[in-house]
């Protein structure tokens, strides 16, 4: 994807327009706010602030300033051109119908665990693109619950929401978080196998790969799996990035409510402060119930550590 940082020095944009597509692009342009003036050579030039788009009578099409890189990538290809070369130069967008499963709350004190998966069909694709969806960590809260919502309405999904209280549980059942993990992907995939009938998922690397491969024998699924680093890059991760990251911040929130104290993500020194404000105010029980018990975070509010 383009570095929208480094847009301001991109070249000119020039490709080829079948001139059967040129009233549809001038009906958009006019729509979005562009001033249309008619140039000699030209079917027409569309302009506004740090952007020009220009289509010349022999279906020339050049694209040029500083917010060139935006337009193209989130209009121009996805609806014009249908195709990515320019956001996605050295991808080759596999457009074969897959799962994608991802999860978050798992490096975060409070709130639940939430696993989410997106079952994608090859006329997604450019329409999940044209959406902006990617990788949850590049993208605000309130872009992530906008994109959520889209998402759901276009695509198969499920999500595996773990509150605090039956996470504590289950850890104590798997001892481990790996295998934790990956059970919830393992169930995540078991249902939407069922909605689907895909066979093929992406998901993350784990630290151990057989982990999942052995929380899918136990559910006895049949699967093409394939484990990668920063899976993320895949549309339909980033898409299950995107309703994992809503449904734990949604949880968040919802306990930050109901307890009237503001619960923070991660575990760092904030984290530690609002948890020694929920002991003095709710006590150590209500405490328990709304984080992750196993992390030391816990003993450091406690005021346990080094005893």
């Known amino acids: 994807m383009i570095n929208l940082h480094l847009m301001s020095s991109l070249p000119p944009f020039v490709t080829t327009l079948d001139l059967k597509l040129a009233e549809k692009l001038l009906k958009d342009l006019q729509q979005q706010g562009f001033s249309i003036t008619i140039p000699a050579y030209t079917?027409?030039?569309?302009?506004?602030?740090?952007?020009?788009?220009?289509?010349?009578?022999?279906?020339?099409?050049?694209?040029?300033?500083?917010?060139?890189?935006?337009?193209?990538?989130?209009?121009?290809e996805p609806e014009i051109l249908e195709s990515f070369g320019f956001s996605h130069p050295t991808t080759k967008i596999d457009l074969t119908p897959h799962i994608g499963i991802d999860e978050s709350g798992k490096g975060d004190f409070f709130g639940p665990l939430c696993i989410a998966g997106v079952y994608i069909q090859a006329n997604q694709f450019s329409k999940l693109q044209a959406l902006g969806v990617k990788d949850s960590k590049t993208l605000s809260d309130k872009t992530i619950r906008q994109l959520a919502s889209q998402i759901k309405n276009l695509c198969l999904y499920h999500i595996v929401k773990i509150n605090p209280a039956k996470y504590n549980e289950i850890y104590q059942d798997f001892k481990n978080l790996n295998r934790l993990l990956a059970w919830g992907h393992a169930t995540t995939i078991e249902q939407l196998i069922l909605q689907s009938g895909c066979q093929t998922v992406i998901v993350d690397q784990f630290a151990d790969e057989k982990v999942v491969l052995l929380a899918l024998k136990r559910k006895k699924l049949d699967v093409n799996l394939t484990q990668r680093h920063r899976a993320e890059d895949d549309l339909a991760v980033a898409a299950a990035s995107i309703l994992a990251r809503q449904a734990f911040i949604d949880g968040l929130e919802q306990l930050s409510k109901e307890i009237q104290i503001p619960l923070p993500k991660g575990s760092s020194s904030a984290t530690q402060k609002a948890g020694k404000e929920v002991l003095r105010k709710w006590g150590e029980e209500r405490l328990r119930s709304i984080c992750k018990q196993h992390f030391k975070t816990l003993d450091a509010i406690l005021g346990k550590v080094g005893k």
């Open 43 to 76: 079917r027409f030039s569309a302009s506004k602030k740090g952007l020009t788009c220009t289509l010349y009578t022999s279906g020339k099409l050049v694209v040029q300033g500083k917010e060139q890189a935006h337009f193209i990538e989130f209009y121009l």
